[in-house]
């Protein structure tokens, strides 16, 4: 029997098989014998801004004082000629060299711009002014001397938030009337003539045009049309040169008898003043034209942009806990967030580097054009909507009144 042999070879022994061994994943890995737990979620530590927000939000804010006015030293306006035009000129925002506008973006927004009219509320004047007697009596004065021109605008907004009146210096709507295109020349000439002749009239007598004039100027934006809602003669819209002189003058006033009607400037006085009146239509003329009234071309774009900005504005205030907000965040919210003083932001920017949301795609510059702050708040503190005043810690601040 041979050596090798051995009795593993027999069938009647066999051995047991074993399997190669599983490979456990736990214990394969070196930190196995360590207990695994789920990493705890820390919340994400909030930048210092966004808490200094939740701070002013939180409590209201200090009243040390109503800000009457938005009238500074800097602006240096000597009278309301200067307001309107400082009001044009700076309605708007210089296009960022790098706001993510395309070509035809671009050109529609200086497009839109160069179609508005010239013109500014009494509202917006009255905010820039530091006295509002001293600025009625002056806006009067430059009407009768020619230099401005009171522009009735009725039907926008309700309450305190109405338009009003507007005013644009006669150079301007001359200028505009002379660019028109529809209108004769002797239509302009004999148009500018009946206004300077009436300078405190707003509305325009329908007999003193024909109807193809009027409908000239209808169609060109110089004119618009009325709703008659009482009976007035139609002399009341054309006073006479003495009447303008003397019907709305105070000594006048002071002298007339209590309730009576010389008590509140004479027959004319709410057209004189720059109000409108309906007309009765006068059997010795036999015209049946509606009346009229002044107006600029595209002023509908123009109200519609003014009426939007000045919701868009308490909509951001109303959206904090007591409609109250410091001006520095309310500047900076209306812009979209965008904070133009952050250091970090205009390191990036010098560096060419993309910092936070782009101008294009905030909605100052989608649905507002480019509208500036400054002159959206003078037109709601003007008007009555929002109130300024001094916290002492935080600067000046605005809310909804």
């Not at 490979?23 to 979620?41: G, H, L, N, Y």
């Not at 671009?106 to 509202?123: D, Y």
């Not at 148009?191 to 060109?220: C, G, H, N, W």
Request: charged share 20%; aromatic share 6%.
């Amino acid at each position: 029997m041979p050596l090798n042999y051995s009795a593993a070879h027999s069938s009647r022994i066999s051995k047991r098989t074993l399997k190669p061994p599983q490979i456990k994943r736990s214990a394969s890995s070196p930190f196995s014998s360590f207990s695994q737990r789920k990493p705890i979620q820390r919340s994400q530590s909030k930048p210092e801004s966004a808490q200094d927000e939740e701070d002013f939000l939180a409590e209201k804010l200090n009243d040390l004082g109503i800000v009457a006015t938005l009238a500074t030293d800097l602006l240096n306006l000597r009278d309301v000629s200067q307001i309107v035009q400082y009001a044009n000129t700076h309605m708007f925002d210089p296009l960022p060299e790098r706001g993510g506008f395309n070509s035809t973006k671009i050109a529609e927004i200086l497009n839109f711009r160069k179609s508005l009219p010239a013109t500014v509320t009494v509202a917006h004047v009255y905010a820039l002014s530091k006295s509002p007697t001293a600025t009625e009596r002056e806006i009067a004065e430059l009407m009768k001397a020619n230099v401005l021109r009171k522009i009735v605008i009725p039907g926008r907004g309700l309450g305190g938030s109405t338009v009003g009146e507007g005013l644009v210096l006669f150079k301007d709507l001359g200028d505009v009337l002379g660019r028109a295109h529809g209108v004769d020349d002797g239509l302009k000439e004999k148009f500018l003539d009946y206004l300077q002749a009436r300078p405190l009239a707003s509305a325009i007598a329908p007999t003193a045009f024909s109807a193809t004039e009027v409908s000239s100027l209808k169609q060109a934006g110089f004119l618009t049309s009325t709703t008659s809602r009482s009976n007035s003669n139609l002399s009341s819209a054309t006073p006479s040169a003495a009447s303008l002189a003397s019907a709305t003058s105070i000594s006048v006033i002071s002298k007339a008898a209590s309730g009576s009607l010389a008590a509140i400037g004479g027959e004319g006085a709410i057209v004189e003043a720059g109000g409108t009146l309906g007309f009765r239509r006068d059997s010795s003329h036999g015209n049946d034209a509606s009346p009229v009234q002044l107006a600029l071309p595209n002023m509908g774009p123009y109200l519609r942009l003014l009426t939007t900005a000045r919701s868009h504005l308490l909509s951001l205030l109303q959206k904090s806990r007591f409609r109250e907000l410091p001006l520095y965040l309310l500047h900076e919210r209306w812009d979209g967030g965008i904070s133009n003083d952050d250091p970090a932001a205009q390191a990036k920017k010098y560096r060419g580097e993309f910092a936070g949301v782009l101008p294009a795609r905030t909605k100052k510059w989608r649905q507002f054009w480019g509208l500036r702050f400054e002159w959206v708040l003078a037109e709601c503190v003007g008007s009555g909507l929002v109130e300024l005043f001094e916290t002492g810690s935080v600067g000046k601040a605005v809310r909804v009144v």
